[in-house]
């Protein structure tokens, strides 16, 4: 057996046949570290990480998009194409698109941030082409639900100061995205979650209903800390920022998984 064949082994048995504790706790080191590298970045150059969260949406749904098709079948199933890597590929191209904007608002004092946005829809509608059909039904299911609970908490936010913040409402609501598409997939169609603590409670409670009061206590208990005990504005809002897109990336694969394969 060569070393070559040693080390894809290695990486088919421990990175791409389902989440386990093991590549779970690697992943969460990688995000660390890609955190670390954009909380310099953003730090050099100025930036508010918080006002890269709309401008960043298009990204998110090209890059969940690519995720939903590879779940069935339409793309080939790569590296490049599940997590981590396609992370690392719409990463990069949000990253470039920055310095794109960067580099337009310098000579045509056009905002960097509606170029990002942008050229992440454009690159978006253009994966989208390729979604042979779309059940709409299932679609609403997760969006009425969605809906119901973030209305609920924007009611709520008039009496809860920490969703006062309507960054930290847009959190919640993202995470509520992927507990909708989770317990509709799961519970009304047969899927399944993948990701092992989740997984787990799914199993004893063999409803994925709990994704609910999971995602709610965790990300409150999440943006409770960032907002009491970290000072720094830059790390506040850039922690914020992966959190949202934690959340909404998921959601929006999942839904779109769920509306494609039916």
Partial sequence: MTIETIIL???QKYFFSGYTIFNTVIYGLILAIFIFLIIKMFKHYDLNPTDLVFPLIPFILLGSGIRALVDNGIYPYSWFLITPGIYF????LAILAIFIGFLIQKKLNFDY???????GLVLAIVNFFNIPSIDFIALLEVLLIWAILTLIFAISSKFWTLYKDKINLSILSAHLLDASS???AVDFYGYWEQHVIPNSIYNFFETAVTMFPLKIIVITF??????KYIDDDLISRTLKLAIFVLGLAPGIRNLLTLAIGI
């Fill in 113 to 119: 941030k509606y170029t990002i946005f942008i050229f």
């Fill in 182 to 184: 989770t317990f509709i």
């Fill in 89 to 92: 590929i719409i990463g990069g």
């Fill in 222 to 227: 999440l943006l409770y800390l960032v907002d």
């Fill in 9 to 11: 082994d290695f990486f």
